[in-house]
């Protein structure tokens, strides 16, 4: 089966007043209706990654190497009518803040029914009916209502749900997103969760979920890849990667998510900070608060080894 | 040594000995060891809006912190967490009830305001709109000393060992403006910065909730060494249920204002007595990739705490709600063995909900 | 223990330095700075430097074009010689364009950090106050205010200082506003710090940046009502030079000979757009969000 989403050595650096290798070798790729999580800390590249495959860094200022492909497309060839309707048609993108997507002056109604009439065409009244249908399938009660009413005039959780149906007013086959539940309550974070899962199947989408939440990662991916740095350190199935985390960051992640942690007893905490990203890595990133670093680590870039089941660690020790 | 790592605990209790020896003044325990930290009883607190709604966030809060413990709170947005911090820090003006410190009324004849701020401090959730950006860091952590007499070099002195003590090398640190430091080195400025006047109450906001999870643990491992070192008592508040845990002895769960269930940490988690705090810790992900949360515990939105629901303010989004729920609020009341309080009238005997336990019989 | 057992630490640049770095990238506002710095250098040594005395007049030599000689930029209705009577004049004009702004800019600043600090019925009454004095176009403010206060130096530096007070109020009372929501007030608050020393040690630093910058948007604004005051007789009085007062007496001249008649106002033009780039140069580079 040919690959969803394909990404092949990503580089991005920004450019400016200071220089950031936000994201230094990232390859990975997605299957048709597959979850997988990005998972990382800020400054990982995790939500770089994500926007690239949508082109929505600030080109003049952003430098990016690389494949990537969508749906067999080419991102980085894409131009003008068809980057427009790439985004939002094949891939579309939901935020951590819904305000990102929303423009307060227009109604919930208005701005869904754009979206379908501009993937979907049809008439403005046959846009509606589908917005209050999106509405229904986001479950969002009272959808006639919550149609004419204005962004701010809804819940957090209610926006959170509009803002899933806009993305999905295009039929995307990839659903790319970025934190959508870490500004929640825990009660409406499930909530939220559990549609996303269950809107994923329904649609037959693959969805690259980032977040720096292990739990929620755990809650509806299939696969997780672990960033730091700006490079994917492991990537596994949730089942493995939870049971046996073969990454010395992933063991320290786990650890601070406080997973099997005793009430009151120090924490296994990874020390220090991470890396600045002024300059690309030419060592492993990870080696200055790595307590089991060995001197090669802090001399070449550790390679990708593959330990088969698509398990795959950057890392010296785990390539033996 | 690590830039961002602390002492070793061992090493922090010298550093505490003999920070104490250079203490302003003796912060005593004055009341015995029996009698509460801080005990508060019918703490309110009403914000008035427009056109007679009234944001009711603390709504009579009774609840007492022991010497030595941790007391976690948790709840949602809305629910009166933060305000009750601040009420506690008396950053706000409470409209009605009262906090005996110690024994001692807060803010009355023998514990002034200003005395009980060197007994009691707190460290916010944004590390960084918590410091003055004009500021260097030691100037930040020396203020408070200094406002309570102590002179300018002797106030830096101090702000300098209680940098050394969270972790940061004060050679290095000293002199730097909070923009220069990462997130989880500012939380550690805002800790020293609290411990400058050698509280014994440390109230910590979602001290830990904007840092990444490897930052987060550095500093949830400091704040337990602290807590030795100093002999200090902790209010923790976060919506975070698995740092709370691990934190804490006991646990406030509040829901609009009210306090629904209080007790220690295990059995409150083992086996919640209140539907809300139930449904609190359904919804925390499973972290289990065979078990996966498979329903919502609670549909909607956390309601708006204004103008709230009349009877038990949960009884909109409650499974068991009962006319009795609508209609009259449950108090807290102690349940079980264990010390556990809990507000929902399904746990009190001889209530009209078709859940109560039959009314206890009274022996005379 | 004293200063000198206290060990030396790493020192940081600290937010001045920052500003001095951003501030040598704004190429155009250091133009502006040293155009200010030359007017003022000129101001102050109009005495060595003026070619002529500002006053001798000359009925012989009156509205003579740019370039007669001895008269570099020609002379005015009464034969005095512009280029000396525009280097004297910058004296009254940068004073009466900084001098109210300054001196509004401490009261303001005063009235307004006060206002926003404390908050409730004094914020109220104090703010409703300032703002009746905002209602009023300023220069008409200036013109009712110097009309009835008389004429003169004083009276004019009076009444625009009387005009810049509620703008500078009212910005120094939105910051303060801002800054007391701030967490480390809060927390300078819960070390047991009074309202006065909090407004001294936490507040004033930082709201005293943004007002600095707005006052010194102000300075041309100033210098372009004192020159109007001075045009319509109620600022400074004939003979003495003053960029404004020199426009006036000029104006009938201006079919006769132009370009000398327009000078003063050039004068006018150029320093006042000077302040202006400087003063945005100075919010860029201190970072402060209008």
């Known amino acids: 089966m040919t690959p969803l989403v394909e990404i092949e050595n990503l580089h991005v650096t920004f450019r400016g007043e200071r220089t950031v290798h936000a994201v230094n070798g990232v390859s990975v790729s997605l299957a048709p209706g597959e979850v997988l999580g990005i998972l990382g800390e800020s400054g990982s590249g995790k939500s770089v990654t994500l926007k690239t495959l949508l082109r929505l860094l600030p080109e003049r200022r952003t430098v990016i190497t690389g494949a990537l492909s969508v749906d067999g497309q080419d991102v980085l060839a894409l131009e003008g009518l068809e980057l427009a309707n790439f985004r939002g048609g094949i891939a579309s993108m939901i935020f951590q803040d819904p305000g990102l997507a929303f423009d307060p002056v227009y109604t919930i109604g208005d701005q869904i029914s754009e979206a379908v009439m501009r993937h979907m065409g049809g008439t403005k009244a046959g846009a509606m009916i589908r917005a209050r249908e999106l509405l229904e399938r986001v479950r969002i009660p009272s959808p006639e209502r919550r149609l004419k009413a204005y962004p701010h005039e809804l819940s957090g959780g209610m926006r959170q749900r509009a803002m899933i149906a806009l993305a999905l007013a295009g039929k995307p086959k990839l659903l790319l997103a970025d934190e959508p539940t870490t500004a929640l309550d825990a009660t409406v974070q499930i909530q939220i969760l559990l549609l996303l899962r269950q809107l994923q199947r329904e649609f037959d989408m693959g969805m690259l979920f980032v977040t720096h939440d292990i739990g929620v990662a755990v809650e509806v991916c299939d696969r997780i890849a672990i960033m730091y740095a700006g490079q994917i350190v492991e990537t596994g199935t949730v089942r493995d990667l939870i049971r046996d985390p073969r990454h010395p960051y992933t063991r320290g992640l786990l650890a601070a998510n406080l997973h099997g942690a005793v009430k009151g007893m120090r924490l296994d905490a990874i020390p220090g900070a991470p890396p600045a990203l002024n300059e690309a890595p030419t060592a492993c990133p990870f080696a200055p608060r790595c307590a089991s670093a060995i001197e090669v680590c802090s001399k070449t870039l550790p390679e990708n080894a593959d330990l088969g089941g698509g398990r795959r660690v950057r890392c010296h020790l785990a390539s033996g | 040594m690590h830039p961002a790592a602390h002492p070793h605990p061992d090493e922090l209790k010298a550093l505490a000995e003999k920070s104490r020896a250079v203490k302003l003044l003796p912060n005593a325990d004055r009341g015995g060891p029996a009698t509460p930290l801080l005990s508060v009883t019918g703490l309110t607190k009403h914000f008035p809006l427009a056109r007679g709604a009234v944001v009711r966030a603390v709504d009579g809060v009774d609840f007492t912190v022991k010497k030595g413990e941790t007391l976690g709170v948790v709840g949602e947005s809305g629910c009166g967490k933060s305000t009750t911090a601040r009420l506690i820090m008396q950053l706000l003006d409470q409209d009605a009830g009262e906090m005996l410190f110690d024994g001692e009324l807060v803010g009355g004849l023998e514990l002034p305001l200003k005395e009980y701020r060197r007994q009691a401090q707190m460290v916010f959730q944004d590390s960084y709109a918590s410091l003055n950006p004009r500021m260097t860091i030691e100037a930040s952590v020396a203020f408070g000393p200094q406002v309570h007499g102590l002179s300018k070099n002797n106030a830096i002195t101090r702000a300098r060992d209680l940098l050394a003590k969270v972790g940061l090398d004060p050679a290095r640190f000293a002199g730097r403006y909070p923009h220069e430091l990462s997130g989880g080195q500012r939380q550690r400025v805002n800790i020293a910065r609290a411990l400058a006047l050698s509280p014994r109450l440390l109230i910590l906001d979602e001290s830990v909730s904007a840092l990444d999870k490897s930052v987060e643990a550095q500093v949830l491992n400091l704040l337990l060494d602290l807590r030795e070192a100093f002999d200090l008592t902790y209010v923790f508040i976060s919506h975070d249920l698995n740092v709370v845990r691990f934190m804490s002895d006991r646990v406030m769960v509040m829901y609009l204002g009210e306090i629904v269930e209080i007790g220690p940490v295990e059995t409150l988690y083992a086996a919640p007595a209140h539907p809300y705090t139930r449904a609190l810790l359904a919804a925390m992900p499973s972290m289990d990739p065979d078990r996966r949360t498979e329903e919502a515990p609670l549909a909607g939105d956390p309601p708006n705490p204004i103008n709230p629901p009349p009877g038990c303010r949960f009884h909109p989004r409650c499974p068991f709600a009962e006319a009795l729920c609508c209609a009259v609020r449950p108090e807290l009341s102690p349940v079980g063995e264990d010390g556990r309080q809990v507000a929902c009238h399904i746990n009190t005997p001889g209530a009209r909900h078709s859940k109560a336990p039959p009314a206890l019989e009274i022996i005379p | ?290």
């Open chain 3, 1 to 290: 223990m004293s200063a000198a057992t206290l060990p030396p630490v790493a020192a940081s640049p600290g937010y001045w330095a920052g500003v001095l770095t951003r501030f040598s990238r704004e190429k155009l506002a250091i133009a502006a700075g040293i155009v200010i710095l030359l007017i003022i250098l000129a101001a102050i040594f109009a005495d060595v430097i003026a070619p002529a005395d500002p006053s001798k007049a000359s009925m012989l030599r009156r509205l003579k074009p740019l370039g007669t000689p001895g008269y570099p930029l020609g002379s005015d209705e009464l034969g005095r010689d512009m280029l000396s009577r525009l280097i004297f004049g910058a004296r009254l004009s940068l004073f009466m364009g900084l001098v109210p702004v300054f001196i509004a800019f401490v009261i303001g600043s005063l009235i307004g950090i006060s206002a926003g600090f404390f908050g409730g019925r004094f914020n109220t009454l104090v703010m409703r106050t300032v703002d009746i004095f905002y209602a009023f176009p300023s220069v008409l403010l200036a013109i009712a205010l110097s009309g009835a206060l008389g004429a003169g130096i004083t009276n004019s530096i009076l009444s625009l200082t009387i005009v810049f007070i509620p703008p500078i109020a009212r910005i120094a009372e939105s910051v303060t506003a801002q800054v007391r929501g701030m967490d480390y007030v809060d927390a300078a608050r819960a070390s047991g710090a009074g309202s006065w020393l909090i407004i001294r040690a936490q507040v004033v630093g930082n709201v005293i940046g943004p007002v600095f910058v707005y006052a010194t948007s102000l300075i041309s604004v100033a210098m372009i009502l004192a020159s109007g005051l001075s045009f319509l007789g109620l600022g400074v009085k004939p003979p003495t030079p003053e960029w404004g007062l020199m426009l006036n007496t000029l104006r009938t001249a201006i079919y006769v000979q132009p370009i000398v008649a327009v000078l003063p106002g050039a004068a006018i033009f150029i320093t006042s757009i000077a302040f202006n780039i400087l003063s945005d140069g100075l919010r860029s580079a201190m970072e402060v969000k209008s």
